[in-house]
């Protein structure tokens, strides 16, 4: 055999041993399989993203991708069934002497297959017209049988007064409304893996995050974000939102893509229990990790202490409380006048540096996507 062609990977035992296994040659990253005694060799970076196929599982004669689970024959490279354009590298294998040995020059090449973009992947650019608010209720309940939300009615009531007096345009967005999976980890398998748009609004079509993104990354310019304290905290579908929103952020550390540009952030916080500043922090941390700016008191916020249990009581004060609702529309009139200045005069850096942002020592690691060079042309 060629010596410049072929190379050695080990004892035949030795790699039998494992149904699936991430090999290297130089650059070249190889997933080789050994299914009912067959060796198999494809390229080991998927073509989603680059994930390392040889890290993921077989599934009958597919390699399942660790990071995002498209599939590709163990042996050909191609793509499951209704997807055999989308093929990898394939390779060339051969026992010897109890040896088995691979031909670098692939046996087949790599082919995309072109796939349509997300709409959510457009360029985020503002189109003209009126100032924009959006409103985000994360209050928990039942649409069917909807309560009274106090942070929900403030929101209400800022929302109201964005579009009356200062001639902004309103949506308002209820999670509670949305039907949409948790964050499912991908950021944790690989900084990499975690994409934009996120990668569970890219698999399934009836995610309704994407009503999310599309508010706040393309539409709005201020954006008013209500929430209950719920022991202590934020609700859980303010967490499930944001844990979902990660992958913007994540734009920013990894590609130095900054998403929101111009956008301004306010909040509105209520509760029967108290831990106001702790709520607001987090929701101001996130907001600011993402590209948000504020207003000069960005938050309103309202409790009636930790020993307060009559609900009922509370829910007749903030409905007859003319100063919390004065309150609301003063917010949103801070946050109108915020988004005005950004826009009249906008701060857009290109370029936002890990280290100064993150505080961290290093550089980030480079993407598998791009450190996987294949020879294959």
């Known amino acids: ?54 890290e993921g599982k077989l599934e009958g004669d597919y390699v399942v991708c660790p990071w995002h689970h498209w599939k590709f024959h163990c042996r050909t490279g191609e793509g499951e069934p209704g997807f055999e354009d989308d093929r990898v590298p394939s390779y060339e294998v051969r026992e010897r002497n109890g040896r088995l040995y691979v031909n670098l020059e692939p046996a087949a090449r790599r082919n995309k297959k072109p796939h349509a973009h997300h ?60 039907k949409f999976r948790p964050c499912e980890g991908y950021y944790s398998k690989s900084a990499h893996a975690c994409t934009w748009p996120c990668s569970i609004t890219q698999m399934d079509p009836t995610d309704e995050m994407e009503a999310v993104y599309e508010g706040v990354v393309h539409w709005a310019d201020a954006i008013l974000v209500a929430t209950p304290i719920r022991w202590g905290s934020a609700s859980s579908l303010y967490y499930k939102m944001v844990e979902r ?6 734009q920013v550390t990894l590609r130095n893509r900054i998403l929101l540009r111009n956008k301004v952030a306010a909040f509105i916080i209520t509760g029967g229990q108290d831990n106001v500043q702790a709520v607001a922090g987090q929701m101001m ?38 100063a919390l609702h004065e309150a609301a529309r003063e917010l949103a009139g801070r946050a109108v006048d915020m988004a005005q200045i950004l826009l009249a005069t906008p701060y857009e850096p290109e370029h936002i540096a890990r280290a100064g942002r993150k505080g961290c020592q290093g550089t980030a690691p480079e993407s598998p996507a791009m450190s996987a060079a294949v020879e294959e042309g």
């Not at 003209?128 to 209400?156: C, F, H, K, N, Q």
């Not at 990790?289 to 916020?301: D, K, L, M, S």
């Open 1 to 54: 055999m060629n010596e410049a062609r072929w190379y050695d990977l080990g004892p035949v035992e030795d790699l039998a041993r494992r149904p699936l296994q991430q090999i290297a040659v130089g650059r070249t990253k190889i997933a080789l399989s050994c299914k009912d005694g067959q060796f198999g060799a494809v390229s080991g970076a998927c073509n989603h993203v680059g994930g390392p196929l040889g």
């Open 285 to 322: 941390g996130f907001f600011a990790e993402v590209g948000c700016v504020f207003p000069q008191f960005p938050y309103i916020a309202h409790s009636r202490g930790w020993t307060a249990e009559d609900m009922e009581r509370n829910v007749a004060f903030v409905q007859g409380s003319q």
């Open 245 to 250: 929103m990660n992958c913007v952020q994540n």
């Open 119 to 178: 709409p959510l992947e457009r360029p985020a650019e503002r189109a003209p017209g009126p100032m924009r608010v959006l409103g985000i209720s994360t209050t928990v309940m039942d649409p069917a049988y909807p309560r009274y939300s106090t942070s929900e009615a403030l929101l209400e009531t800022a929302l109201e007064a964005a579009g009356r007096e200062h001639a902004a345009e309103t949506r308002c967005i209820r999670l509670s409304h949305l």
